[in-house]
Structures are given as C-alpha cells and as structure tokens.
C-alpha cells in the first residue's frame, strides 16, 4: 500500500480552527485506498485518558480523523461555563499529537453528518457507550466498515477533573467570598432534583418573600455534568459546587443543599457519600434507599445501641454574582436496629431520635419537618431571606 496522503498542510477552516469540513471529505473519504479511523469528543482539558484512546484508535487504521465539538456544542452539552479552553485551541492541541492526523471541528450536537460524509472504515469510541447508539454506526456499518470501542482509562475525564478543582477550591476557601453576601433576590432557584428535598425546603421556607422557583420551572433540563458535582470532601464543599454551577448556568440566585449521615461506628462515614453508599449492584435490586437503609444495617449488624450514634448533617448555599452564604444544621440520634415507618424519605426509617423513642420514618410529617437537619439549616438561613442576619 503506497503511503496514505495527508490533508493538505494550511488548509484551514474559514475560522482558523481545524481543517475546513469540505477539504476533509475530498482528502479523506471514499473513494480511497487507505484505511481511516474517526473518532470525536469535546477533548476540552486534553488528559492521559485522550492521549490513550486516540493512540489505540490510530493503531485501527493509517490515519485517524477527529472530529471536534465547537464551543457552542460544547456548550449545548456541557453547560455554561464549558468549554474552557476554546475550539481553535483545542484543535491545535489535538493536531500537535502524533497519533492525529486531522481535525475537523463540527457545529452539530453530534458528528452523524460529518460521518457520513467521510463514512470511515472503523468508528471508535470509549466503551462507555456500550449498549447506546453511536452517531453515524449505521451509515458506516452499512458501508462494510466496523466500529470499535476501546477500554477508558480508570479515574480520567474532563468531567471529573474540572469538578474535583472547583471543589477543592471550595474546600480550601470554606465557602468564602470576599466576605459578600448575595443580593436578596426577588426569585430564587433551589437546586434539587429530588422532589421530597424541593417539597421540605418550599414549607420550610413558605413565608419567604423571595418566590421560590424549581429547576424544572426555569427549564433547566438534567446535564451528564450534574453527576460529577458532588465531588468535596465536605457538605458544605458540595452544596457550593452545585449552587455555583446552576448560577452560572441560569443567572438566577440559586439556593443549593447537601446533606447526609455521619455514624459514629462507621468513622462518621457515609458522610458526603450518603446518597451512593450502597454497593450499585444492591442499588439496582432494590432501588437507591431501600439499598442504602439495608447495607448500613448490614454494616452495623452485631453494633450495640450504645455505638449506634448518628447525626444528620446539612450544609445550604446561596450564590449569586455578587457573593455566596453558607449555613449548616445538625440533628443527632442514633441507628436503629430494623426498619421503622412509612414516612420520610433516604435513611429516615433507621435514623432513630432516642428523646422521642421514634425514627424520622414514624414522625408525623410536620415534627419531622420542625426538627430535621434541613429545617435547622433552612431556620438559620431564614432570617437573611427575611432581611437580618443569617441566624
């Protein structure tokens, strides 16, 4: 096989940024007697998990094309504040590695029309899209090529590094910002998904006279980024993270929360892992709370009562453009030894308060409400909404 060509060198999109699209498909596609590979991605902060896969990729073949997301797909996907490092700068970076030999950077949501455009002989993504659809699969099936899909490396996405620098940030500043506080807002966005959290905040803060708005009232649909913004090593550290990522994404003050329990035999663990404590496989049989509320009994199976202590913990955070607020509220009890009530929700049927003999999960609901870690957050939060000082 004589040697494959190369786009021509300079040929560059209008923009500067990669090659331009039209120049791409009359180097590279068919009719050709070479074997191309393509891939595509965001590649927006360039780590070892890219450099691997696109050396494995360029193994597939004798030229790998890339294809890129432009900023503003990038931000369709990701959500404000992403990317971080712009399209022309990416494709440089991307077009500097040795395993690369073209890119082309594409408007679209997906490079389904850029695929078929260029209908490679292997289509190569990361096996975490094992059992989704592969934009262009089909075209280049049918063309007689084959996709492939290559192992990740472990610990390594942009996702994650981004959210684990914003949280270390947060943990480093505790919360801090100059000092300022947020403007009292006319509006304010509580930053849940669960539907029991956004029900107990709007009653605890009913009398607010900020109107309180949901994600789903301003439109702001679930991102895959939203996984990775629990990432500090303390609650407060979280509900920062996320009130900052849904204020940047919506311009609106947005109040955020997070919360969980810290057991005494257990090192005050699960701490800032509560909603992910049981092992996934018991989260797929039973469903994420009943999962939850089995493996810590199972964990504290044979603890006697007197080790059982637990408290609940819940770090609020207010943020807007101008400053951030930070308040906590703690209510400790102990672990039951078995399932106790129908109320509540998460571990509020083993969560056992011992001055009144009941779980959270046997409370009628306005006790609870009156005596939860979120209501002491919410009642320290309360008197700011309300035009004092937080209490």
Not at 28 to 40: C, E, H, I, K, Q
Not at 78 to 106: E, Q, T, W
Not at 315 to 333: F, H, I
């Amino acid at each position: 096989m004589k040697n494959p060509p190369r786009p021509p060198a300079g040929d560059s999109a209008p923009d500067g940024v990669g090659l331009e699209r039209e120049t791409a498909v009359r180097a590279l596609g068919r009719p050709r007697d070479f074997r191309l590979v393509f891939t595509n991605g965001c590649f927006d902060v360039l780590h070892v998990g890219h450099v691997e896969s696109l050396r494995a990729a360029r193994a597939l073949g004798d030229r790998l094309v890339v294809g890129l997301n432009s900023d503003a797909s990038v931000r369709r996907l990701k959500g404000p504040g992403r990317p971080l490092i712009p399209a022309g700068d990416r494709a440089r970076i991307l077009a500097a590695l040795r395993s690369v030999d073209a890119v082309v950077v594409f408007e679209e949501d997906t490079p389904e029309t850029l695929v078929r455009e260029l209908l490679p002989d292997v289509l190569v993504k990361g096996a975490d899209y094992e059992g989704e659809e592969i934009a262009g699969a089909a075209a280049v099936r049918e063309a007689g090529g084959e996709v492939r899909l290559l192992p990740l490396v472990p610990g390594r996405s942009t996702s994650s590094l981004v959210r684990r620098m914003a949280a270390r940030e947060v943990d480093r500043t505790g919360g801090a910002s100059d000092g300022a506080w947020p403007e009292r807002p006319d509006r304010l966005l509580v930053a849940t998904r669960n539907p029991h959290k956004l029900d107990e905040m709007r009653e605890l803060l009913g009398e607010v006279p900020a109107r309180l708005v949901s994600l789903q009232d301003v439109g702001a649909e679930p991102l895959e980024v939203e996984e990775e913004l629990e990432t500090a090593a303390s609650f407060a550290g979280n509900a920062l993270a996320k009130a900052i990522h849904f204020h940047a994404r919506t311009g609106m003050t947005t109040l955020a929360e997070d919360s969980g329990l810290c057991v005494q035999a257990l090192g005050v663990g699960p701490g800032v892992r509560t909603k992910r404590f049981a092992p996934p496989e018991w989260a797929r049989r039973f469903g994420r709370d009943a999962a939850n509320n089995r493996w810590l009994l199972e964990r504290l199976r044979g603890v006697p009562s007197g080790e059982r202590g637990a408290c609940y913990r819940c770090a609020a955070a207010v943020v807007d453009g101008r400053g951030r607020l930070v308040v906590e509220g703690e209510v400790c009890g102990r672990i039951a030894e078995d399932l106790r009530g129908e109320g509540g929700f998460g571990y509020d049927p083993i969560f056992l308060l011992p001055e009144r003999g009941r779980t959270f999960g046997e409370l009628p609901r306005e006790v609870k409400q009156a005596t939860s870690h979120r209501a002491r957050a919410m009642a320290r939060l309360r008197p700011w909404l309300l035009g004092g000082e937080p209490g």
